[in-house]
């Protein structure tokens, strides 16, 4: 998870996590009903231009997008297939113009912030006995592993590229699913040495 989190300050880090999560909420709601293939060609090359903005490293990590292009392809040739080229491409725009912005928010938030975001929202889980503290962080984990799963697909994938000279496919879902709940185990260890999973609101 800290792989992928820019350790280089850049504008985007100096705005807060909650205006940050706000501003990602938002452009989610207006961006799903639209059907205009400008404007989401324009909302991409607006999320390019903010990875731009913020360096080299960020520009890096579009390189995570790749193990979904098998899924963009199918997705073109279903409508393709339909004779609707045009609506599957609004829709590729759309999926990665979403999927970049949020990484961009997880490269440039730390984790502690994005918890302290979320947790004013899950306040009323303390009427009820839950911790809002232990599910902020089970989102900003959440958050957090999706652009790192996609980099782990990419690194067994070259790995494999690498031994055969052929792209893996279905065959890297063995070992990625090992790697996967590795990850998971070395987080939950990481956790109890930090006093387990937090519990009530932080004072």
């Known amino acids: 998870m800290i792989s992928l989190y820019l350790t280089q300050r850049t504008w985007l880090h100096a705005i807060p996590a909650g205006w940050k999560l706000l501003a990602l909420a938002l452009v989610s709601l207006i961006a799903a009903p639209l059907d ?16 731009a903005s913020l360096g080299k490293a960020a520009l890096a990590q579009i390189a995570l997008l790749r193990p979904l292009w098998p899924l963009f392809l199918i997705l073109l040739a279903f409508h393709w297939w339909n004779g609707d080229i045009i609506a599957g491409l609004v829709v590729l725009a759309r999926i990665l113009a979403m999927v ?70 279905w065959r890297l879902l063995a070992p990625f699913c090992i790697q996967t709940l590795r990850l998971s185990h070395h987080t939950a260890e990481a956790l109890a040495a930090r006093g387990g999973v937090p519990r009530g609101t932080r004072r």
């Open 100 to 169: 970049l912005l949020a990484n961009a928010v997880t490269m440039t938030t730390r984790m502690d912030a994005m918890m302290d975001a979320v947790e004013p929202l899950l306040a009323p889980l303390g009427w009820f006995g839950g911790s809002p503290r232990a599910v902020a962080l089970a989102v900003a984990l959440m958050i957090r592993l999706i652009p790192l799963l996609f980099a782990l697909w990419e690194a067994l994938n070259e790995s494999w590229r690498a031994r055969t000279g052929t792209r893996g496919g």
């Open 36 to 51: 205009s293939l400008p404007v989401m060609a324009g909302l991409l090359l607006a999320v390019l231009a903010l990875y």
